[in-house]
């Protein structure tokens, strides 16, 4: 359907001249609304667009920060919210000059829709730290104005250069987080060379968390969990960890100081870094991947008395998002998940603060028919 009067140009910027269509979603009004059924506006694929049908959207812990809006300081949420961005779907229309995609393909979309793609960093293929990147929900639209809306819905359109290819052989309410809890977890394992042979920490067993163990298992490492969660011990050791440890328990932690080469802090709450900086082996790093709300103190000693590292590391660029899915599609690697429909979403919110979640909520996007 078109609510644009009509098309002058491909480029029109006119809000007289969009061609753009409907869609359903489930977005937020404000900080404090739950999510609810609302309508948004999608543009008509230009000549580099893919049209998708959204079959399946993970939820990220991400998702509740910026729908909450925990972020304010470094990125404010700008209402209606629609969040999502762990997108699978099928190609149902695509622009003149696509030619990566036809309808009918199966197609992924993560964290970004665009990026300047002129900048060092983009060229490199990191369009994740390009300073000019388009995230997929709440950043400004250059197409419609306003902000982009994510996928809890039933489409999106995208620059093909940001739709990823999937394999067939895939669950795809598992292959959707993959979009961000995947390659989270996937990239810093590969920047800092996780492989056979390295001792291997992941903290917090959440959907990041279970993502990295599968990662770190499927590239060779001793894994050993770190989880506040004492009954998520089997399900660790089934995903692919030869120990888990509980870290409230001091002389559990204590039997691995300075034995770690990589640690993956994926933490989304307040909680103490020094204790897992103090597991590493001389020159050993920890990345954050984890967000929370407020600062982390980070004690100077632990770092310079064995020259430990701290880093962060943000979702991950295009050619290697891509060579993750590639690499999940060879060794069989989805997220496990809870497949809820549209409608359970804020109950979805309330049990991922709790933590019970096993270990991924996978919306499936039929449910949004019905609305
Ligand atoms: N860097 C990036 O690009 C990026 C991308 C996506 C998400 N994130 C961020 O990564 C974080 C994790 O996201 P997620 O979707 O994996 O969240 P999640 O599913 O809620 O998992 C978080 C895990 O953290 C642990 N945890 C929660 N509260 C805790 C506390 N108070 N103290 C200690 N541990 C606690 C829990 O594990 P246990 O029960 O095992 O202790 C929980 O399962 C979020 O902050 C999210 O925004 C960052
Ligand atoms: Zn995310
Ligand atoms: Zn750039």
Known sequence: MHNGVFCISKYATSIYSK????????????????????????RDPTEHDVQIEILFCGVC??????????????????????????????????????????????????????????????????????????????????????????????????????????QANLSLAGVAP??????TTYSPMRHWGVT??????????????????????????????????????????RLGADEVVISKNADEMQKHERSFDFILDAVSADHDINAYINLLKRDGNITLVGAPEKPLAVAAFGLLMARRSLSGSSIGGIPETQEMLDFCGKHSITADVEVIPIQKINEAYERLLKSDVKYRFSIDMASLKSE
Not at 94 to 123: H, I, N
Not at 178 to 183: M, Q
């Open 61 to 166: 812990h991400s998702d509740l920060h910026m729908v909450r809006n925990e972020w304010r300081e470094v990125m404010p949420a700008v209402y209606p919210c629609v969040p999502g961005h762990e997108i699978v779907g099928r190609v149902t229309k695509v622009g003149s000059a696509v030619s990566k995609f036809k309808p009918g393909d199966l197609a992924a979309v993560g964290c970004m829709v665009d990026s300047d793609r002129t900048c060092p960093e983009c060229q490199a293929g990191l369009e994740q730290y390009c300073p000019n990147f388009t995230l997929t929900y709440n950043s400004p639209d250059k197409h419609l104005g306003g902000v982009t809306y994510g996928g809890y819905s039933d489409s999106i359109v995208v620059d093909q250069r940001f739709v990823l290819r999937v």
């Open 196 to 237: 056979k042979g390295k001792k291997v920490g992941v903290v917090g067993l959440g959907g990041l968390g279970h993502m990295g163990v599968k990662f770190a298992h499927a590239l060779g490492a001793h894994v050993v969990v770190f989880s506040t969660t004492p009954k998520k011990k089997d399900d660790a050791l």
């Open 19 to 42: 061609c753009m269509f409907n869609a359903k979603a489930y977005s937020a009004a404000s900080a404090t609304s739950p999510l609810a059924s609302s309508t948004i506006v999608r």
């Open 178 to 183: 993959l979009l961000c809890a995947g390659i």
